[in-house]
């Protein structure tokens, strides 16, 4: 399978602890994006990054997340100090350059904050 | 920014009638038109897709016609089938020069009955 992935699928975590997610787009695919979607929501976009450089971050990303991708491939989300308002399912995809390209989602990482 | 509202927030219909659903932009700049299907703990999966520049796209049983002027696109899914049914997101490119990020509508529940 070639499409997107993510790592972990599921996380339960207590409030205050950090959690990092992991994120693998397809592999020709220079633009990464992350996506926070709460139930009976869609989407609401987070942060994107245009092969390494981060280029914009949403307000809803508060100092205590933090996303980096490293030489341009994989993409890590972090979550320090997490409260149970983070708690949501964690959504990745990825596009090709260009013009505004189609954007191909991963299996999303739900975590549920106690 | 832009804001992209979904209309109805469910729809149920017979095996083998269509369902329709319409989407309403506010920015007039946004020139990229995605559809998604959701499966019930999956990610988002693009289905169809219509640029500014063309007011209809069609692929097998799924088309979307564009009305730029009105600022609505809709989805239209004909002789509709039981694995049809799924949460159905609309969602526009937000303008911004380098960034893409899309802006989601809040889903329509389709539930086809057999």
């Known amino acids: 399978d070639t499409g997107v992935s993510q790592d972990p699928r599921h996380k339960i975590t207590k409030r205050g602890q950090n959690v990092t997610f992991r994120c693998d787009p397809i592999?020709?695919?220079?633009?990464l994006y992350w996506y926070r979607q709460t139930l009976g929501q869609g989407p609401e976009f987070l942060t994107y990054?245009?092969?390494?450089?981060?280029?914009?971050k949403s307000r809803l990303l508060s100092d205590r997340f933090s996303a980096e991708r490293p030489k341009g491939s994989f993409s890590t989300l972090e979550i320090q100090r997490t409260e149970q308002g983070d708690s949501a399912m964690y959504l990745c995809?990825?596009?090709?350059?260009?013009?505004?390209?189609?954007?191909?989602f991963g299996p999303g990482t739900r975590l549920t904050v106690l | 920014g832009e804001n992209v509202e979904q209309h109805p927030s469910t729809l149920s219909v017979q095996e083998g009638d269509s369902a329709v659903i319409k989407c309403t932009y506010s920015?007039?700049?946004?020139?990229?038109f995605p559809w998604y299907k959701q499966e019930l703990g999956k990610g988002p999966q693009l289905i169809i897709d219509?640029?500014?520049?063309?007011g209809e796209k069609k692929d097998q049983r799924i088309a979307v016609t564009l009305n730029k002027t009105a600022k609505h696109f809709s989805l239209h899914i004909t002789e509709t089938q039981p694995e049809d049914s799924a949460v159905y997101f609309c969602?526009?490119?937000?303008?911004?020069?380098?960034?893409?990020?899309?802006?989601f509508g809040k889903g329509t529940l389709l539930t086809v009955n057999p």
């Open positions: 219509i640029r500014s520049n063309v």
């Open positions: 969602a526009g490119e937000a303008s911004g020069g380098s960034n893409y990020k899309l802006t």
């Open positions: 995809a990825s596009s090709l350059g260009g013009l505004a390209g189609a954007q191909y």
């Open positions: 592999s020709e695919h220079n633009r």
């Open positions: 990054f245009q092969n390494e450089a981060q280029l914009e």
């Open positions: 920015d007039s700049a946004s020139n990229y």
